[in-house]
C-alpha cells in the first residue's frame, strides 16, 4: 500500500535558520506530491504542490519544495524561516486515484 | 461559499449518543472526502464522494460510521453509539475533480474546512 514517511515528527528552530522538513513516499508510479500547513487555531491549507515538470517547486511565504523522483523524496525548504512559520506542516501523495495519503505531520517552532 | 464550511465546531456528547457532523463544500467542487485526525496522528482518510457517483466507503473504521450527501452540495457524516475512541477532529475537505494530462493527471489537491473536533464522554 502507499505511505508517505515524515522523518521528524518535532522541529525547534531559531528564527532565520533554514528548515528543511523530509518527507518520502513509496509507490513507483506517476504522482503528485502536495504540501500543507496547519498553523495554530487555523484549518489545512494548501502551500504547495507538484504534479509535472520543473521539479523544484514554489509556493507562498518563500516555501519551496523539491521532487527527486529516484529517491522518492519531496522534501521541504525555506533558506530563512520566520516566528509565523510554527506550524504542523504534512506531506501528502496521490497516485492517480480518488485518495490522497497524507503523512503524519512535523510540527515546526520557531523561537523568536 | 467561499471556502468549505463545516459544523459544529466542536461537539461533546455522551457514549452511546448518535452524532451528525455537517459539511458545506465550494461551490463547484464535484469531489468531497471526509478524513479524521487524532492526536499524534496523520489524516485518516474516511469516505470519497464524487459528483453523482456511488460513494467510496472503503475508508470507514466500522458500520457505526455512514455519510451521505445530498444533491451533490451538503454532505452530512453520522456516527452512532459514539464511543471514546471516535474522539478525533473530524475534516471535510472538496475539490475539483482530477485531469488527465500528457503523461499523467493533475490533481488540484483539497481545500480543508475547519473540522468539527469530537469529544466522547
Known amino acids: 500500500a502507499q505511505s508517505v514517511s515524515q522523518h521528524n515528527h518535532h522541529v525547534i528552530l531559531s528564527e532565520a535558520a533554514s528548515l528543511e522538513l523530509g518527507c518520502n513516499y513509496s509507490?513507483?508510479?506517476?504522482?503528485?506530491l502536495f504540501w500543507y500547513v496547519q498553523y495554530p487555531g487555523q484549518h489545512l491549507q494548501l502551500l504547495l504542490k507538484?504534479?509535472?515538470?520543473?521539479?523544484l517547486v514554489k509556493g507562498i511565504k518563500g516555501f519551496e519544495a523539491e521532487f527527486i523522483k529516484s529517491k522518492f523524496s519531496f522534501n521541504l525548504r525555506k533558506p530563512s524561516v520566520q516566528w509565523s512559520d510554527t506550524a504542523e506542516y504534512f506531506c501528502a501523495v496521490n497516485t492517480g486515484g480518488f485518495k490522497t495519503i497524507f503523512g503524519a505531520g512535523t510540527r515546526l517552532f520557531v523561537k523568536a | 461559499g467561499a471556502g468549505v464550511s463545516q459544523s459544529p465546531s466542536n461537539k461533546v456528547t455522551e457514549k452511546g449518543k448518535d452524532v451528525e457532523l455537517r459539511c458545506d463544500p465550494i461551490s463547484g467542487h464535484t469531489a468531497l472526502y471526509w478524513y479524521r485526525q487524532s492526536l499524534g496522528q496523520g489524516l485518516e482518510f474516511l469516505i470519497y464522494?464524487?459528483?453523482?457517483?456511488?460513494?467510496?466507503k472503503s475508508g470507514l473504521p466500522s458500520d457505526r460510521f455512514s455519510a451521505e450527501r445530498t444533491g451533490g452540495s451538503v454532505s452530512t457524516l453520522t456516527i452512532q453509539r459514539t464511543q471514546q475512541e471516535d474522539s478525533a477532529v473530524y475534516l471535510c475537505a472538496s475539490s475539483l475533480a482530477q485531469l488527465a494530462v500528457a503523461g499523467g493527471f493533475h490533481d488540484y489537491g483539497y481545500t480543508f474546512g475547519s473540522g468539527t473536533r469530537l469529544t466522547v464522554v
Open positions: 509507490y513507483g508510479g506517476t504522482v503528485n
Open positions: 464522494f464524487q459528483g453523482n457517483s456511488a460513494p467510496d
Open positions: 507538484y504534479f509535472s515538470g520543473d521539479p
